[in-house]
């Protein structure tokens, strides 16, 4: 398993970079010009509601981690698809390529966040290095999650090529709603209740607050209801997964 999941991951790298002539520099463009234009229009106004907290610091920790996950979920879609030729060689199975793709994620992440913490540290922007264990943790926590949940929409892409634009559509939302470009504590109490029903909230909060202890943290975040998802998910991702798994193995 382990050899099919690293020959998988080393494919999943050369597809998805070797094609473009500025190769793996595509990595760092999406944060880049995302976390640049959100500080170029908001960053004077949100600096101000947020005295504990560069604001480009809470960007990179909000955004990075976000497009992680829905890049996992994207590529999740179409593991089994993209996927199927190699599923003739007995040790090669769906969930081998749906962890490849989802480790491939994390790396790409998670490099993408070292890198401009590294660039932010460089301009003398304050980071602090108390939590890092921590940190670590939270991101860990996100990639079981990503990985429980793409159970789910492997399973449900192979079925449908049509959920590309449901998931578009939910991940559009979701950006609004997980507190990826505002910080939780400017919304009312009364409707941040309703925000906290998303679990990607209750780990991007205390990301920024191990970077930035003297961030605050609203009332109501839980790491036990990120690990609530995180079983129900991974329970319904084994279950679909072991009821169609021949289904995604055989040719169409």
Known sequence: MLVAIRALFLRELQTRFGQYRLGYLWIFIE???SIGIMFILFGAIMQRTMPNISFVVFLLNGMVPFFMFRSGINQALGAAQANRGLFSYRPVKPIDALIARNLLELFLGFSTYIFFSTVLLWFGYEISFDQIP??????????????SSSLIFM???DFSNELNKFVSVLFFILYFLSGVIYPLGIIPAQYREYLLYNPLIHIFEPMRHAVAPAYPLVDGISLNYVLTWIVMAMFIGLLLYKRFERRMIKSK
């Open 134 to 147: 921590t940190l670590l943790f939270y991101w860990l926590l996100l990639f079981i999650f990503m990985l």
């Open 155 to 157: 399973v449900l892409g």
């Open 31 to 33: 944060p880049l010009f």
